[in-house]
């Protein structure tokens, strides 16, 4: 079943369970894995403050292609602009070009429902947690589908999905990209919260024990 979670209670839920660092260190390294649609900004030069990004959820299943666009430009997560599992080279192909200072809306796409031990079919596996079809994003059926890019190895590859690159008109080897969000609106009313074994941030050691810095109860999952 999924439930609407107060983002207080479910603050104070996790801190309770993971102990105030273990939170904390888990909120900085591990990627929300309900997907949301993204408006951010690059630019080159000075960091400086910025204001806060502003989230509301409209009630709308944001389809590729549908609800709101806040940036200049529009970027889906659709097979042919992510990469799955690793991280662009070098010299990979930007799928979008920008000038600095304008503006993006991406969809992002989780990869949970995707992947291998989930059996690769986000519509079964998010229908066994009382997700409507409807609510299923097409995306995530059609990475699940038509991934093509490289060959999974579910052992090796990570589990991410990463969208772009982008390119930005200009900018130069070294060069350092000042990359704002502006706003988030979230694509589905659910989300996934998960850890697998030997794997993450908050993973046990090969020896079996916790990693520097925190407690075997903030291991996820749990050292027995």
């Known amino acids: 079943m999924h439930f609407p979670v107060d983002p207080g209670q479910a603050r104070e839920t996790l801190i309770a369970g993971l102990g105030r660092r273990g939170f904390l260190r888990a909120a900085g390294a591990v990627t929300a894995a309900g997907g949301t649609a993204a408006a951010v900004a ?52 930007p799928v979008l070009r920008i000038r600095s200072g ?22 079964a596996w998010f229908g066994g947690h009382d997700v409507p079809r409807r609510e299923v994003l097409t995306d995530a059926v059609a990475m699940a589908r038509d991934y093509s890019r490289a060959p999974r190895d579910f052992d090796t590859d990570g589990p991410h ?46 020896g079996g024990g916790a990693p520097a810095g925190i407690m075997p109860a903030e291991v996820m999952p749990a050292v027995a």
Request: charge should be negative.
């Open 161 to 206: 999905v990463i969208t772009g690159p982008i390119r930005v008109e200009g900018a130069e080897p070294g060069d350092v990209l000042k990359v704002e969000p502006l706003s988030l609106l979230p694509r589905v009313p659910y989300g996934v919260i998960s850890s697998r074994h030997g794997k993450g941030a908050l993973a046990r050691q090969a």
């Open 42 to 93: 690059a630019k080159g030069g000075q960091a400086h403050a910025a204001t806060p990004a502003r989230s509301s959820y409209t009630g709308e299943i944001l389809q590729p292609h549908r609800g709101r666009v806040d940036g200049d430009h529009y970027l889906p997560s659709l097979p042919d602009q992510v990469r799955w599992g690793y991280v662009p080279a070098l010299d990979s192909e």
């Open 102 to 123: 304008q503006t993006v809306t991406v969809d992002s796409l989780s990869h949970e429902g995707l992947l291998e031990d989930q059996g690769r079919d986000p519509v």
